[in-house]
């Protein structure tokens, strides 16, 4: 966990002195954590795609026309897998940083999520955390994006639930 520095900070006192990780880091560490779910996903939401659907439409189409028919005759053939990834994407990210400190791709990576005081997250502030990352890159990315231009690389949802993911020194 993070460690505090002899002084500390001086602007909020009992707070840590700490460095945010790399944005590559964190990016690279939820593509690795993708990988699963992205599976799951499909594997629990392949029983909601029927072939049959895919056999009305006509053959003289291309591939790209007959699955653009498919989903504007059935939208939920889209939207039910991405809300699953979205819920699996929010439990695992939920359990893995309160009982381990972060996701797998993180823990790979040496990233820790903690609060400013260098505390693990609570059940709520990860939930917290999880969610507003869902939400905040629905709309438009703006959750990731904030963090290229925040001078401390936090995104949008680190900022607004109160984490902190830090890159954990070699010890």
Known sequence: MAKSSSSGNERHPGTVSVRSAPSVLRGIALLLDLVPLLLL????SSSWLSTSALQETSSSWNAIDRIVDLVNHDPSLVTSPLILLACLFVLWSVVSTVKLGGTPGQRLF?????????RHLTWRRAALHATLAVLTTLLAGLGPLWSLADPERRTLYDRVAGVLIIHEPQE
Do not use: S
């Not at 996903?41 to 629990?44: E, G, I, K, S």
């Not at 040496?110 to 260098?118: D, H, M, N, P, Q």
């Open 110 to 118: 040496r990233l820790v999520a903690c609060t400013a005081r260098g």
């Open 41 to 44: 996903t499909v594997a629990l």
